[in-house]
């Protein structure tokens, strides 16, 4: 059952129907999931183009929680449920008579799970939970963009969409142990933590050197060459991130004065000389177009592309095509509409769309017996 909002938690539950779980989307009368009408609404009747992307394969009922008989029509859907996920901020879903304890007094085995921007307990477990606010505490904003520039937000909102990730793994863990033992369990993550989880490489400098690391624009913490290089007409990506590759990209680029240069002659310098590095290879980039970059670079054996964006990879790009990445499907009131595919690609059970974003209310009387 998806007690869920706006991103993080409406994208785990989306996650967990795509994989063919049967979500009902509780969401309060007359507004529904605020989301439902945001910035991107085309016009009054119709739910936003972000509703639909992140609530494919779910039903859904409306439920004044605060009310007895939102409680009681709550309570029917939680005869047959396995899972809650929820993410109101700590302490609303208690207040609500819906958080985990009143839950497990009418369903002992159930797996309940919450979202929030930086958890339930600790020093700012009561601040409200935003994306952007998760990654300049969590660190994602003091290592993104070029160093000395002011700060730049990750481009993809990794605090909401990873924290969605993240509680479907622990559900899926959870409910696998509810398989073997018949316990169920509360388990709950954050924004905040998923931006956290993701600084691998960040944390490891930290830990290593005892300094904060900082921004590195496009550059790899740990490898030279591995960023963006300037061409003719734009930008190659150049991954040649250990000895044999970089050997390769020298030969490719009629470089290979530069793998016996002191200056480069092993990670550790070329990282301690990356200008140096990078003037040199856009230098010589500087006549090639990026499409010849890529095609010589990867006839070379080395790790190359180009920087495309969302038209160029949505509207045509044939690998995205090839891997079932835009999936369309038939809307009562929006027509023919086009979302992200499952990005996992399961052998017996593979992910489809079985049902469209649900209309607000949609399946009250099917799940709910109203009239």
């Known amino acids: 059952m998806d007690l869920t909002q706006v991103m993080a938690g409406p994208f785990c539950t989306m996650l967990l129907a795509d994989l063919g779980a049967d979500v009902i989307k509780v969401e309060p ?90 958890g339930q307990y600790g020093p700012y477990a009561g601040r409200a939970g935003y994306d952007l606010i998760a990654q300049s505490m969590a660190g994602s904003l003091s290592v993104t963009g070029e160093p000395g520039a002011p700060p730049v937000k990750c481009g993809l909102p990794v605090g909401d969409l990873g924290a969605g990730m993240l509680c479907a793994v622990g559900i899926l ?95 550790t310098a070329r990282m301690a000389h990356r200008p140096e590095l990078i003037a040199l290879l856009e230098g010589r980039l500087a006549a090639e177009s990026t499409d010849a970059t890529v095609a010589k670079l990867l006839d070379a054996g080395v790790p190359a592309g180009p920087i495309l964006d969302y038209e160029q990879i ?35 059970t593979p992910s489809r769309v079985r049902r469209h974003p649900p209309l607000l209310g949609e399946h009250n009387r099917e799940l709910l017996g109203e009239t």
């Open 29 to 118: 009368p007359g507004t529904g999931d605020q989301i439902r009408s945001s910035w991107d609404t085309p016009e009054p009747g119709h739910d936003s183009p972000s509703f639909h992307a992140l609530n494919r394969n779910k039903r859904s009922v409306t439920l004044d929680l605060r009310s007895e008989e939102g409680k009681r029509g709550f309570r029917t859907l939680l005869a047959e449920a396995d899972v809650v996920v929820e993410n109101f901020r700590p302490g609303v879903a208690d207040r609500l008579g819906v958080g985990y304890e009143a839950v497990r007094a009418v369903r002992p085995g159930i797996v309940y799970a919450s979202i929030s921007g930086f």
């Open 173 to 267: 863990g959870a409910y696998v142990h509810r398989r073997r033992t018949g316990e169920g369990q509360y388990l709950e993550t954050s924004l905040y933590e998923a931006v956290l989880a993701m600084s691998v490489w960040e944390s490891t400098e930290y830990f290593s050197t005892g300094r904060a690391p900082g921004p590195l624009g496009s550059a790899h913490r740990m490898s030279a060459p591995y960023q963006a290089v300037r061409t003719a007409d734009g930008h190659v990506t150049i991954a040649a991130n250990n000895q044999r590759l970089w050997e390769r990209l020298c030969g490719a680029l009629g470089l290979d004065r530069l793998v016996d240069d002191e200056r480069f002659a092993t990670n």
């Open 314 to 348: 949505l509207g045509g790009d044939p690998h995205a095509a090839a891997r079932g990445m835009v999936e369309e499907y038939e809307h009562p009131v929006s027509g023919r509409r086009r979302v992200l595919g499952f990005p996992v690609k399961l052998g017996r």
